[in-house]
């Protein structure tokens, strides 16, 4: 998140933004973003993980949302879906702003 | 999971405003920061020292000073004797101090909280899954909270809650009705 932080004006640079969505308490998420101060909307997927469920990242042991990146262009079509495998490093920002100019 | 999304769109986070009542100086305390949404605290339940099930909305009625901290946090051991004396003053003039203590085992807890001859409700917050809820990454994490349950500040870091300035911050939230 404090990568994704950082790096924001190079994902608006290629007209992209940034969501985060995980499925804490809309309390524990603004309380995550006040303390990295993130500029970037964090959403709350609280309590059933509706949204976790539809992209198929949920995790119904852990009742949490796998880490996971998609990308959807300007008419809202998803074009491009990773999900991390248990301890598989992060995907780096300059992979996925590359991702995001395949889509221009 | 992450998101990444060419096209975005998201509203505002709604900005109430308190109506009919004082404003209220947050800032006289060094780094508390106002939380102007007026969200509701959550509720959650844990044991005491005794065991016994203690939770938030048992304070509703009160305002109420919600604290985490663990003892290997040395800014919570310097901030908690001035806790202690602001509850000694305004225990019985509405505020109730909340301690949690994060993921620590029961014995170390007490045995530090006995050492610092506090006598402010402490409850065990053993899993950490509170602190989570709360937003405790760093300690200390302070929490005001209003008689009707209201999130009004928080606080990351320790303050000295015995200061004139803090003092009167308690004093103001106590006497609103």
């Not at chain 2, 060419?6 to 900005?15: K, R």
């Amino acid at each position: 998140m404090s990568s994704s932080r950082d790096d924001y004006s190079k994902f608006t640079a290629v007209d992209a933004e940034i969501v985060g969505i995980s499925m804490n308490h809309p309390l524990s998420q603004k309380a995550f973003s006040d303390f990295l101060k993130l500029n970037f909307p964090l959403l709350a997927d609280f309590p059933d993980g509706k949204t976790t469920q539809a992209y198929g990242v949920f995790n119904a042991d852990r009742r949490l949302a796998v880490r996971s990146y998609f990308i959807i262009d300007k008419q809202g079509v998803l074009r491009y879906k990773k999900v991390l495998a248990p301890k598989e490093p992060l995907v780096e920002n300059e992979a996925l702003i590359a991702e995001v100019k395949k889509l221009q | 999971m992450f998101l990444l999304a060419a096209v975005f769109s998201c509203c505002g986070a709604v900005n109430a405003q308190t109506v009919g009542k004082p404003p209220i100086d947050y800032t006289v305390v060094p780094k508390l920061q106002e939380l102007k949404d007026l969200a509701p605290a959550p509720d959650f339940t844990l044991p005491n020292p005794d065991g016994r099930k203690v939770s938030l909305k048992d304070f509703r009625g009160k305002v109420v000073f919600l604290n985490f901290w663990a003892t290997w946090c040395e800014s919570c051991r310097e901030e908690m004797p001035s806790m202690e004396r602001l509850y000694r003053e305004f225990k019985g003039k509405g505020l109730e101090i909340v301690a949690v203590n994060i993921k620590e085992k029961r014995p170390d807890a007490l045995a530090f909280y006995g050492k610092l001859q506090l006598t402010y409700p402490v409850v065990l917050d053993s899993e950490g899954e509170v602190g989570l809820l709360y937003g405790a990454f760093g300690l200390p994490v302070t929490y005001l909270i209003d008689r009707k349950g209201t999130l009004l500040a928080r606080l990351w870091g320790p303050a000295d809650w015995y200061s004139p300035a803090a003092r009167g911050l308690i004093k103001s939230l106590v006497e609103q009705k």
